[in-house]
C-alpha cells in the first residue's frame, strides 16, 4: 500500500468521525445540507434530490444529484467526503437496476418516477428483516408438524367415510331395483 493510499485512509476516517456518511446508491433520494459562505456570513443550505450516478474512488468519491427547479433540471456534483457538507439525509430508497440513471434526464413528469424500495421491517441497527420471513422457534415448527399430521389423519379418514357412503348408495341402488323377471 502506497503512501497516499494510508494518508486517503486516515481522511477518510476522520471526516467520519465528524459526519454521518449513510449508505446510499443511484435511485435514492438525498437531503445534503450544505454550508455556504455568504461574505462574513455562514448559512445552511439544503438541496435536495434524486441520486442518479456515484463513484468511488476513495478519497475522491463524488456522487450527482438531480432535482426540478422552476420546471428546469438541475444536477451537482459532491465529493462524498467535502468538508463542507454538514449531512447527508437519506429520504427514500429507489428500487433500480442500473447504476448510472442518465436516462431520466430525457423524462419529466410521471415517466422520471422510480418506484420505492420495498423494506418491512427495519430494525435498530439498520439490518433489515423480512416480516413474511420470520425466524420460527423450534417448538413453533414442531407444532406446525404435528397439525400438519392431524389434519391429514382427518383427510384420510373423510375419504375413508366418503368411500362407505358411496358403497353404500351403490347397494341402496341395486335394491331399490325391482326385478323384471
Not at 8 to 27: C, H, L, M
Not at 151 to 164: A, G, R, T, Y
Request: hydrophobic share 30%; proline share 2%.
Amino acid at each position: 500500500m502506497s503512501i497516499i493510499d494510508e494518508i486517503e485512509k486516515e481522511q477518510i476516517k476522520e471526516i467520519t468521525r465528524k459526519r454521518n456518511v449513510p449508505k446510499f446508491n443511484a435511485g435514492d433520494s438525498l437531503k445534503i445540507h450544505l454550508i455556504v459562505l455568504e461574505g462574513n456570513r455562514e448559512r445552511i443550505q439544503v438541496f435536495e434530490g434524486l441520486c442518479i450516478a456515484k463513484s468511488n474512488r476513495g478519497l475522491n468519491s463524488t456522487f450527482t444529484v438531480r432535482k426540478i427547479s422552476n420546471g428546469e433540471g438541475v444536477e451537482r456534483v459532491f465529493p462524498l467526503y467535502s468538508p463542507l457538507i454538514e449531512k447527508f439525509e437519506v429520504i427514500r430508497r429507489g428500487d433500480v437496476r442500473r447504476a448510472k440513471l442518465y436516462y431520466l434526464r430525457d423524462r419529466s413528469g410521471k415517466k422520471a418516477r422510480i418506484a420505492e424500495k420495498r423494506v418491512d421491517k427495519v430494525s435498530e441497527d439498520n439490518g433489515i428483516e423480512s416480516s413474511t420471513l420470520e425466524k420460527k422457534s423450534e417448538t413453533q415448527k414442531g407444532e406446525e408438524i404435528i397439525l400438519n399430521e392431524k389434519n391429514k389423519e382427518k383427510k384420510s379418514e373423510l375419504k375413508d367415510i366418503n368411500s362407505k357412503n358411496k358403497d353404500d348408495k351403490k347397494s341402496e341402488k341395486k335394491i331399490d331395483k325391482p326385478n323384471k323377471d
